[in-house]
């Protein structure tokens, strides 16, 4: 089944460490983003990338970093200058063609411990 | 103020109501607008998809965008339990801006049977 991958399903941070979501697809999609989604505020973009090796901003990327080495990954990780980290984040994908029509992966639970 | 306004609800109807989902927003340059729907710890699905003015309809799905007013809607026909879910109203100016979505806050909607 083609689809979007995330893991884990529920992660626990400590102070001061960096974590990593990982990001999945196999959609053949060349776009993924991350967005970050708080209990009554939707989901706001971190960062987004259209093309192997290239990736952008969102409008909340301090305290986030990504990476985009192959077409099919688009992992997230949470660094320690992150101060509110807990939330649900959701990777998603999109076809390269202006296209408006996100996919989502089922989202990872961060939690700080 | 957010560019995109949601009543967050929750909205609570028995079976077979018709429901109306609305969001109002402040940049007049968004020309592509989404609903998604999202149950419960999980991703986002697309659910409508409307460019630029118009009534979109789909099986017991409507969606209504009025640009002059900045008021988007979407309507539900013959409510089902399955309904229930958050409804995310979102956005986008279109052309290079791919998935960089601006969302609603969401609307919890539990339809009773």
């Known amino acids: 089944d083609g689809g979007i991958t995330q893991s884990p399903k529920y992660l626990f941070r400590k102070e001061g460490q960096n974590v990593t979501l990982s990001c999945e697809q196999n959609?053949?999609?060349?776009?993924m983003y991350w967005y970050r989604q708080d209990p009554g505020q939707g989901l706001r973009l971190i960062y987004y990338?259209?093309?192997?090796?290239?990736?952008q901003k969102g409008d909340i990327a301090e305290g986030y970093s990504v990476s985009r080495e192959k077409k099919e990954s688009f992992p997230l990780t949470v660094t320690s200058a992150q101060k509110n980290p807990t939330a649900f984040y959701l990777c998603?994908?999109?076809?390269?063609?202006?296209?408006?029509?996100?996919?989502f992966g089922s989202g990872t639970q961060l939690s700080v411990l | 103020q957010k560019e995109v306004e949601q009543d967050p609800g929750p909205l609570s109807v028995p079976e077979g109501a018709i429901v109306s989902l609305n969001c109002t927003y402040s940049?007049?340059?968004?020309?592509?607008f989404m609903w998604y729907r999202q149950y419960s710890r999980k991703g986002p699905e697309l659910l409508m998809y409307?460019?630029?003015?118009g009534n979109k309809e789909d099986g017991r799905f409507t969606a209504q965008v009025d640009k002059s007013s900045k008021y988007i809607s979407l309507f539900i026909r013959d409510s089902q339990p399955s309904d229930s879910a958050t409804y995310l109203c979102?956005?986008?100016?279109?052309?290079?801006?791919?998935?960089?979505?601006?969302f609603g806050q969401g609307t919890i909607l539990t339809v009773h049977p």
């Open positions: 979102a956005m986008t100016v279109g052309g290079t801006s791919y998935g960089k979505l601006t």
């Open positions: 959609l053949n999609h060349d776009a």
């Open positions: 998603a994908s999109s076809m390269q063609d202006g296209a408006k029509k996100l996919f």
């Open positions: 990338s259209q093309i192997v090796n290239d990736f």
């Open positions: 940049n007049s340059a968004f020309q592509y």
């Open positions: 409307t460019y630029s003015s």
